[in-house]
C-alpha cells in the first residue's frame, strides 16, 4: 500500500505558474511509475502526465504539451507537476497516483486526495 499526499494548488491567473508535488509513504521501496490526474467539474477524471520509476520516460496529455513537466526525487519519495502558462481550463482538482498503461490509455491506483488548481481568466 502507498499513501499519497497532494500539495502546491492554488488560484493563480492565467499565464501564471504553479507546481504540484506528491509524497509518497508506506511501501515506497516499489518501483512505482507515478502520473497525474485532473477532474474538472461535471467531466470525468483525465490524464495529464506520468513518469516512469527511474525518470528517464515522461507522457503528456496533448492538451499540456509544452506547458507542463513532470519530474521526480526518488530520494525524497516525491513527484512534483510544474505548470506553466495556465489557461483557464486547466482548472481542476489534480491527483497524483501509481499508474499504469495498456498501450493506449492511462489508468491509476493509490490516489492521493486531491489538490485545487483554479486559473482565474
Known amino acids: 500500500q502507498v499513501q499519497l499526499v497532494e500539495s502546491g494548488g492554488g488560484l493563480v491567473q492565467a499565464g501564471g505558474s504553479l507546481r504540484l508535488s506528491c509524497a509518497a509513504s508506506?511501501?515506497?521501496?516499489?518501483?512505482?511509475?507515478m502520473g497525474w490526474f485532473r477532474q474538472a467539474p461535471g467531466t470525468t477524471r483525465e490524464f495529464v502526465a506520468a513518469?516512469?520509476?527511474?525518470?528517464?520516460?515522461?507522457h503528456y496529455a496533448e492538451s499540456v504539451k509544452g506547458r507542463f513537466t513532470i519530474s521526480r526525487d526518488n530520494a525524497k519519495n516525491t513527484v512534483y507537476l510544474q505548470m506553466n502558462s495556465l489557461k483557464p481550463e486547466d482548472t481542476a482538482v489534480y491527483y497524483c497516483?501509481?499508474?499504469?498503461?495498456?498501450?493506449?490509455?492511462?489508468?491509476?491506483?493509490?490516489w492521493g486526495q486531491g489538490t485545487q488548481v483554479t486559473v482565474s481568466s
Open positions: 497516483a501509481v499508474v499504469s498503461s495498456d498501450g493506449s490509455s492511462w489508468s491509476g491506483k493509490y
Open positions: 513518469i516512469m520509476w527511474s525518470g528517464g520516460s515522461t
Open positions: 508506506g511501501r515506497t521501496n516499489r518501483r512505482y511509475d
